[in-house]
């Protein structure tokens, strides 16, 4: 199997980047400190419209979706 572009970063390092934002951080500074790239930084801040309000637990995902 080939894949294409750059290996996914994992979920619990994107969690992180918002923990340190609930913290206090900058954006600037949780990007760092997590290591990833401004680059990275930025594409996240645009998937949720700059804006991650809710805490979710670890290994809990939320769905939403409407019922057939």
């Given at each position: 199997?080939?894949?294409?572009?750059?290996?996914?970063?994992?979920?619990?390092?994107?969690?992180?980047?918002?923990?340190?934002?609930?913290?206090?951080?900058?954006?600037?500074?949780?990007?760092?400190?997590v290591q990833v790239s401004l680059t990275q930084m930025r594409?996240?801040?645009?998937?949720?419209?700059?804006?991650?309000?809710?805490?979710?637990?670890?290994?809990?995902?939320q769905r939403v979706g409407v019922r057939q």
């Amino acid at each position: 199997m080939v894949f294409k572009g750059r290996p996914p970063i994992e979920r619990r390092v994107r969690e992180q980047f918002w923990e340190c934002l609930r913290a206090g951080q900058d954006t600037v500074s949780a990007a760092c400190e997590v290591q990833v790239s401004l680059t990275q930084m930025r594409r996240w801040l645009v998937q949720v419209g700059g804006v991650r309000l809710l805490s979710v637990a670890r290994g809990a995902e939320q769905r939403v979706g409407v019922r057939q």
